[in-house]
Nanobody
Framework: QVQLVESGGGLVQVGGSLRLSCAAS????????KGWFRQAPGQDRAFVAA???????VYADSVKGRFTISRNTAEDTVSLQMNSLKPEDTAVYYC???????????????????WGQGTQVTVSS
């Protein structure tokens, strides 16, 4: 069963913006660590951004300064605001969560036990 559901993906021009969102399905992840990962064709799933239970955030070097992760604890949602998009940002973006409280925003795939189905982001050259 799907635990997380992403939305907001689509086609955008270089330099444009998109806002992705992730909502919990079937159970609550309110207050838990959440993150975003992405996977381009022929590449491994890569870390993008994460936010801890206490609001600490961490970003991949490739997106730092352009992407912002945020959460609405009451609504149990997490968002990823993506600005100044580049062709290399093209990928399927996945929302991830783990069923624990921590002040550390993990950047490893293995640290997360729950995943969404992904949403496609395509940045045209």
């Amino acid at each position: 069963q799907v635990q997380l559901v992403e939305s907001g993906g689509g086609l955008v021009q270089v330099g444009g913006s998109l806002r992705l969102s992730c909502a919990a399905s079937g159970r609550t992840f309110s207050g838990k660590v959440k993150g975003w990962f992405r996977q381009a064709p022929g590449q491994d799933r890569a870390f993008v951004a994460a936010i801890s239970s206490t609001g600490n955030t961490v970003y991949a070097d490739s997106v730092k300064g352009r992407f912002t992760i945020s959460r609405n604890t009451a609504e149990d949602t997490v968002s990823l605001q993506m600005n100044s998009l580049k062709p290399e940002d093209t990928a399927v973006y996945y929302c991830a969560a783990r069923n624990s409280y921590s002040g550390y925003a993990g950047s490893r795939v293995a640290e997360y036990g729950y995943w969404g189905q992904g949403t496609q982001v395509t940045v045209s050259s």
